[in-house]
């Protein structure tokens, strides 16, 4: 929204205050580390759909079982294709520049940028879950928080204030995610035991209509009998 491409600006600003060098490093690397999230991305829109058919059955337990396999395939993704980009990232950043100073760094980010895609793997699959269990203000909390405090905040203190530069940056990049990725865990949890609550109340309460029916039924039976 307006919030995160006002935030996205800013920190872009910061990136262009450090040189003609740290910008083109950016724009390169983030060309190339697109394609670590493009499959959990996918999969996080797929889940969202699957999370709201569970929960229009009230098939709690699947919902949460799926959510939970499918976080785990989303980080082995992302942390497997920002991997192996990074362990080929001299001869992908040659495809836009020779320029040493412009490679040594991007190898820099590139390597801070497989925890970025590991937490932002969580993000994909959770935020959207969360979204179609009905979750939306914790979202909308959550990451307009962690984009003001982490990725604007943290990036001008990494990297003016601390002269970190770029990498300054991505550590701030690595905290917002982490921050998300963690929240969005906890807020899942406590949904997911929530829902197995109903669940148990739900049974607790057929089972005690069902159980009380059949012993008015055999009450009823024994009467009739002579």
Not at 79 to 86: D, H, P, T
Not at 174 to 184: G, V
Request: proline share 1%; glycine share 8%.
């Amino acid at each position: 929204g307006f919030s995160y491409t006002l935030a996205q600006t800013i920190t872009t600003g910061f990136i262009a205050a450090q040189g003609l060098t740290t910008l083109n490093t950016k724009i390169y690397v983030s060309s190339i580390i697109i394609y670590s999230y493009c499959v959990s991305g996918a999969m996080g829109s797929a889940n969202s759909i699957l999370t709201g058919r569970y929960k229009g059955r009230q098939d709690y337990n699947s919902m949460i079982r799926m959510n939970n396999q499918n976080i785990r395939l989303s980080v082995f993704f992302n942390f497997l294709i920002s991997g192996i980009l990074y362990i080929f990232h001299i001869p992908l950043i040659r495809l836009f520049t020779d320029n040493p100073d412009i490679i040594s760094l991007a190898g820099k980010i590139m390597l801070l940028d497989i925890i970025v895609e590991c937490s932002r793997a969580v993000n994909n699959i959770l935020d959207q879950s969360l979204n179609a269990n009905g979750d939306v203000k914790t979202v909308l909390s959550v990451s307009v928080c962690a984009c003001w405090i982490f990725s604007v905040l943290g990036s001008y203190i990494l990297s003016i204030k601390l002269g970190m530069g770029l990498v300054g940056i991505w550590i701030a990049f690595i905290m917002d995610e982490l921050f998300k990725a963690i929240s969005y865990l906890i807020r899942w949890k406590k949904d997911g035991k929530k829902e197995q609550n109903i669940i148990g109340f739900l049974r607790k309460i057929v089972k005690k209509h069902c159980i009380n029916f059949f012993l008015k039924k055999k009450r009823e039976k024994e009467k009739k009998t002579p």
